[in-house]
Structures are given as structure tokens and as C-alpha cells.
């Protein structure tokens, strides 16, 4: 499978424990992109990497949340102190970058994210 | 007010009717139109990409985006049972550096056999 790839698919934890997400991008892919999604509602756009570098973060990735693209292929998001509100469908997405416009974005199957 | 608004639905048809789905948007800066199909518990998938103003047609679907009214489409002809998942529209900006999508809260579409 050439798809995007995330781990864990689910994973449940207490309030206050520190959680951490997977993702690995279609091979040829220099651009990475993390979403949240919550029940009856579209993605939304938390964070993005061109290569290594994080270029754009939105208002909702609060300072608990951390997103790491060492070596430019694979990412890391980790939430800290987890929250009830922070129960969520994580997806991530990869796409080719090009020197103009924007390629289209393709999502793996998401980490569902629930908090006890 | 939203950027993007989608009628969430549900949408129920009988199966080989032709299903029309609908966004509209306020951001004159979006000029990248796409549509994303989710089945539940799975993540969206690339259903059609657009650019420009007009038609695109692809199998039994066709995109049309009206950059003056700021609307754009999705029509599916021939439905059938499979196609019955949540429908998402969204939109990135040109010339403005953000690569971020912006999503339509999605329309639940159910195809009757």
C-alpha cells in the first residue's frame, strides 16, 4: 500500500496523559499536513511541513500541542496533559510540492483519539 | 459565519437517481476547489480537483465551480449504493502562501437500492 500511513488507528487514555500520533506520507510527498476532525464536522487544519520545516501552525495547535518532521520523511504529533475536548479524529495528509499552486492534499485513515 | 458552508443533509436518493451537492464560500482567495468522499471511519478520499471556473468531468462525476457566485458543485450520475458516505468539499488559497485546506462540514448522502 502507497498511501498515507498513521498509527495507532485508535487509542484511548485518561485526561492528563500524554499521547502520541504517526504518520508516514506517501513516498515521493515533501509536504505534510496534520487535521483534526470532530463528529459531523469537516477536518480542520492544525499544522504543516514542507521537508523538515513547519510552515504554517493554525490558532487551534495550542502550545500542548508539539508537531516534529525530523528527517523530513515521517511526522510526530504529540498532545500533552490531554483534555476531554481534545477527543478527535487526528488525519493526517501528504502531497507534492511544486514551485506554483497546490497539489492536491491525500489523507490516510486518521487516529481516532478518545479520552476517558 | 462560516468560510465554507455545506448543507450537512442527509441526502436520500434511490439508487440511479443524479445526486447534486453544493458549498458555497466567502473567500475570494480560494481559487483550488476539490471534493473528498469519507465512508465512516475512514479517512476522506480524493474524489475531484479542480482550478479554474467551469466543468470537470471525470466517470459518472462532474465538478463545476462558479467563481463569480462563488458556488461550486458536485454532480453524480447513476448513483449507487456505495456511493452512499458523507461528501466534503473544500478549498486552498492561491497566491497567498497557505497551503491549509478549508472544509465544508460535509453532506450525509444515502443511496437507496
Known amino acids: 500500500d502507497t498511501g498515507v500511513s498513521q498509527d495507532p488507528r485508535h487509542k484511548i487514555t485518561k485526561r492528563g496523559q500524554n499521547v502520541t500520533f504517526r504518520c508516514d506520507p506517501i513516498?515521493?510527498?515533501?509536504?505534510l499536513y496534520w487535521y483534526r476532525q470532530t463528529l459531523g464536522q469537516g477536518p480542520e487544519f492544525l499544522t504543516y511541513f514542507q521537508n523538515e520545516a513547519q510552515l504554517e501552525k493554525s490558532r487551534l495547535l495550542s502550545d500542548r500541542f508539539s508537531a516534529e518532521r525530523p528527517k523530513g520523511s515521517f511526522s510526530t504529533l504529540e498532545i500533552q496533559r490531554t483534555e476531554q475536548g481534545d477527543s478527535a479524529m487526528y488525519l493526517c495528509?501528504?502531497?507534492?510540492?511544486?514551485?506554483?499552486?497546490?497539489?492536491?492534499?491525500?489523507f490516510g485513515d486518521g487516529t481516532r483519539l478518545s479520552i476517558l | 459565519q462560516k468560510e465554507v458552508e455545506q448543507d450537512p443533509g442527509p441526502l436520500s436518493v434511490p439508487e440511479g437517481a443524479i445526486v447534486s451537492l453544493n458549498c458555497t464560500y466567502s473567500?475570494?482567495?480560494?481559487?483550488?476547489f476539490m471534493w473528498y468522499r469519507q465512508y465512516s471511519r475512514k479517512g476522506p478520499e480524493l474524489l475531484m480537483y479542480t482550478y479554474s471556473s467551469g466543468n470537470k468531468e471525470d466517470g459518472r462525476f462532474t465538478a463545476q465551480v462558479d467563481k463569480s457566485s462563488k458556488y461550486i458543485s458536485l454532480f453524480i450520475r447513476d448513483s449507487q449504493p456505495s456511493d452512499s458516505a458523507t461528501y466534503l468539499c473544500a478549498m486552498s488559497e492561491m497566491d497567498t502562501g497557505r497551503r491549509a485546506l478549508t472544509f465544508g462540514s460535509g453532506t450525509r448522502l444515502q443511496v437507496q437500492p
Open positions: 513516498s515521493e510527498h515533501n509536504r
Open positions: 495528509a501528504s502531497s507534492l510540492a511544486q514551485h506554483a499552486g497546490n497539489q492536491p492534499q491525500h
Open positions: 473567500n475570494s482567495a480560494f481559487q483550488y
